[in-house]
């Protein structure tokens, strides 16, 4: 899924993203907005990983 694809079925998919990354607020799901760059942002600053960790569990969620 690239980043256009996230973006345009965002609404759909913050429900699983909410179980899959359950750190993640109610207002960090609505921050990121289908956002993939916003996204790994959070993700990193929510789990204290670095970046490329966070792109990583990011784009294997997507896949």
């Not at 960090?28 to 569990?57: H, L």
């Amino acid at each position: 899924m690239n980043s256009e694809q996230l973006k345009g079925n965002w609404n759909q998919l913050k429900g699983e993203a909410r179980r899959q990354f359950g750190e993640l607020t109610d207002d960090d799901i609505e921050k990121i907005a289908g956002d993939r760059d916003k996204m790994v942002g959070i993700v990193q600053e929510r789990y204290g990983i670095e970046k490329e960790e966070a792109e990583r569990r990011v784009d294997n969620w997507r896949a």
